[in-house]
């Protein structure tokens, strides 16, 4: 292998190993249709989330049937979280390996006994290589019982994420018991606590929060501008309609737990809260590195840093207010194409709306900066260019006599 070809190898190969450890079990799943209602579960528990965030994995799938069976117990949603994290094995087992436990029997802890609530060893199951080529799975707190058999393997990366199909759920009482709901999370307050005060309160006072609470349960991300932010931005904001100042708060929610390895992972286009049909109300995130951007095609506003994350509500705050396309547009699409002299004043804000002259947060440079700029370029330069031509012209003529 040529020198310059083993070099770019050696630089790719830690790119590569990084990209395979990727996995997105929502989508492995997607490809089969018998899995839909656990692929379901796994999301609307936010397991789905968990699962991805993990680099060596093993998912117990149930089909549909498997599935009503377990539904049929009625298991409130956080309880129903407990039993499926009960399916998830924290370490690999692809369909070659569990016919190859050592003394044909283990003990494999699970996200269930990752959450810290699985008393003593009841967030361990046991996988047993049976005669006849069967391998069986039980929670050790189930008396020895084996619950169910190994069916198939549904798909297999090595060795980051495996998903075997299981014939049926595997029953444990402490998985069942009653698990009470988690504290109510309070974004406005924790946007008050974090210096998003300015915020906040615009949400409070627009009635926009009772949407944000709303998705909370469901998973939402929050991008917050803070408070100078917010502060520069309110003559422009007074000048919008009610709905229009919905929308444009609306529009700093995304109706998903979104963390920051998602974001980096999963550049593109969003929708957003304001999102409604016709009316897109999205914009796109893109990484450079560490630095992740949201781009409105108005403005690009930068994460700064991360306020609150405990899912299902991730809160991330931003250096600009986010401008969409649907209430603004850049100044250039308003100005005239062509202009016959320089504009007498320049705005703080490089954007026009509908219901305000200007608008965006505040630009870095100053405006009277910028005034005197096109003084001294500008005019000054055309005064210059005129006396210029008439000494020529004096010239000329005094040639001529």
Do not use: W
């Not at 931005?233 to 109706?255: D, E, Q």
């Not at 781009?295 to 994350?309: F, M, Q, S, W, Y």
Request: include cysteine; charge should be negative.
């Amino acid at each position: 292998m040529p020198p310059a070809t083993t070099a770019l190898f050696l630089f790719l190969l830690p790119l590569l190993f990084s990209t395979s450890n990727a996995h997105n079990i929502t989508r492995i799943l997607a490809k089969h249709p018998e899995f839909s209602t656990f692929n379901h579960y796994l999301t609307v528990t936010h397991l789905a989330g968990e699962i991805n965030r993990r680099e060596t994995i093993t998912v117990l799938a149930l089909n549909n049937a498997a599935m009503s069976s377990l539904l049929s117990k009625q298991l409130s949603l956080y309880t129903l979280k407990n039993v499926l994290s009960l399916h998830v094995l924290v370490d690999y087992f692809g369909s070659k390996k569990l016919h190859q436990i050592t003394d044909g029997t283990a003990l494999i802890s699970t996200m269930f006994q990752a959450t810290g609530v699985a008393p003593g060893s009841s967030g361990y199951i046991n996988v047993t290589d049976l005669k006849g080529g069967k391998v069986g799975f039980g929670a050790e707190n189930n008396d020895g019982k084996l619950d169910a058999v190994y069916v198939k393997s549904v798909a297999e990366i090595p060795y980051n994420i495996s998903v075997l199909q299981i014939s049926q759920a595997l029953n444990s009482a402490e998985a069942e018991a009653p698990a009470g709901e988690p504290s109510q999370l309070n974004l406005t307050a924790i946007l008050s606590k974090q210096g998003c005060k300015a915020f906040a309160d615009l949400l409070i006072s627009s009635g926009a929060d009772a949407t944000f609470n709303q998705n909370i349960d469901g998973g939402l991300t929050v991008f917050c501008p803070t408070d100078p932010v917010i502060q520069g931005f309110m003559p422009i904001y007074k000048n919008l309609t009610a709905s229009k100042k919905v929308s444009l708060l609306l529009y700093h929610g995304i109706p998903v737990y979104q963390s920051m390895q998602m974001l980096k992972s999963n550049n593109g286009i969003m929708n957003t809260l304001a999102t409604d049909g016709a009316k897109k109300y999205d914009f796109t995130i893109q990484n450079d590195g560490e630095v992740v951007t949201l781009e409105t095609k108005v403005v690009t506003a930068k994460i700064t840093g991360t306020l609150k994350d405990e899912e299902p509500l991730i809160v991330y705050k931003i250096n600009k207010v986010l401008l969409p396309t649907e209430l603004f547009k850049p100044v250039e699409e308003a100005a005239p194409a062509e202009s016959p002299k320089p504009a007498k004043s320049k705005s703080k804000h490089k954007v026009v709306a509908a219901d305000a002259p200007e608008s965006d947060a505040p630009a870095e440079s100053d405006p009277a900066d910028d005034q005197t700029a096109d003084n001294e370029n500008g005019v000054a330069g055309l005064d210059g260019g005129r006396l210029a031509m008439v000494l020529l012209s004096l010239c000329i003529g005094a040639v001529l006599m």
